[in-house]
Antibody, heavy 121, light 106 residues
Framework: QLQLQESGPGLVKPSQTLSLTCTVS??????????WGWIRQPPGTGLEWIGS???????YYNPSLKSRVTVSVDTSKDQFSLKVTSMTAADTALYYC?????????????WGQGTLVSVSS | EIVMTQSPATLSVSPGERVTLSCRAS??????LAWYQQIPGQPPRLLIY???TRATGIPARFSGSGSGTEFTLTISSLQSEDFAVYYC????????FGQGTKLEIK
């Protein structure tokens, strides 16, 4: 059974860069026609897609965040990562990694448990 | 950006009742719509994709319908474990989500 697990710091100072990693187990990040993405959820509110990557390294990002976001992949470790620069309080959120794509449509079908990131000095 | 609008924001219902949740897209997304259930402290769980196809393991009491810009999720007989927040999600043009409908016990 596919599992995704986010890891990274729970607290980031304003203006710093957030770095998160998602480790995929129970399946290979390089197998199938899947993309691997990041989604965040500010406390008590809805979901916002951040960006996604294919195992070849092809990326695409939410236009509203594109200038501050980088997603990368390490297929040897079945991991993909997120960097967000110039963090502010507005970036405080639960960050999820998830899989999407496949044969039936480009929806998110497997999610990590999420990791809470707070931005505070 | 395609804006997804869900209604109502909160719905108070009793176990055993039938409930219908609505989701409207700001432009046509054809049938590229998914529904998720989120229980507090857990990630979203895929219920429906392609507007009407149940995901693996999802009970038959959950059904989805709609196309274009108007979609609905129906739960035929609410169970205690169904009280949660439900999100619709379009994957026709990038990826956006509705703000959610919270089902609470009456």
């Amino acid at each position: 059974q596919l599992q995704l697990q986010e890891s990274g710091p729970g607290l980031v100072k304003p203006s710093q860069t957030l770095s998160l990693t998602c480790t995929v187990s129970g399946g290979s990040i390089s197998r199938g026609n899947y993309y691997w993405g990041w989604i965040r959820q500010p406390p008590g509110t809805g979901l916002e897609w951040i960006g996604s990557i294919f195992y070849t390294g092809s990326t695409y990002y939410n236009p509203s965040l594109k200038s501050r976001v980088t997603v990368s992949v390490d297929t040897s470790k079945d991991q993909f990562s997120l960097k967000v620069t110039s963090m502010t309080a507005a970036d405080t959120a639960l960050y999820y990694c998830a899989r999407h794509g496949g044969d039936y449509g480009d929806f998110f079908d497997s999610w990590g448990q999420g990791t809470l990131v707070s931005v505070s000095s | 950006e395609i804006v997804m609008t869900q209604s109502p924001a909160t719905l108070s219902v009793s176990p055993g009742e039938r409930v219908t949740l609505s989701c409207r897209a700001s432009q046509s997304i054809r049938g590229r719509l998914a529904w998720y259930q989120q229980i507090p402290g857990q990630p979203p769980r895929l219920l429906i994709y392609g507007a009407s196809t149940r995901a693996t393991g999802i009970p038959a009491r959950f059904s989805g319908s709609g196309s274009g810009t108007e979609f609905t999720l129906t739960i035929s007989s609410l169970q205690s474990e169904d009280f949660a927040v439900y999100y619709c999600h379009q994957y026709s043009n990038w990826y956006t989500f509705g703000q959610g409908t919270k089902l609470e016990i009456k």
